[in-house]
């Protein structure tokens, strides 16, 4: 029993190193984003031409400021579920 433990620990561990697993649940990341960020504007900002984002960590930054501006306290998973949503869904980064 107590190995399971051990793998269960590492298997989480491992999945929330970049580039050792994915952590991240982009289902979870488009429910939060529906939600809440399309209350303030439509996907034209992340289809349009002389949009800002250039880098995944420009995206999750941006991210955490809808969520400060928003009150909503999101976890960092939760972030991160909805940076890879929107990096999956519009944005193609590597």
Known sequence: MRTVHCLNALLLLTA??????????????QS???AHCMKCH????????????TTMDSLRQQ???CDTNLGLTWFDEEIE??????NATYY???
């Open 32 to 34: 939060l984003h529906d």
């Open 16 to 29: 929330s190193i970049p580039g050792l697993g994915s952590a991240f649940d982009v289902k979870a990341g």
């Open 92 to 94: 193609k980064l590597e």
């Open 42 to 53: 439509g996907s034209e900002v992340y289809t349009r031409t002389d949009r800002r984002i």
């Open 63 to 65: 991210v955490q400021r």
């Open 81 to 86: 579920n909805v940076s890879q949503y929107l």
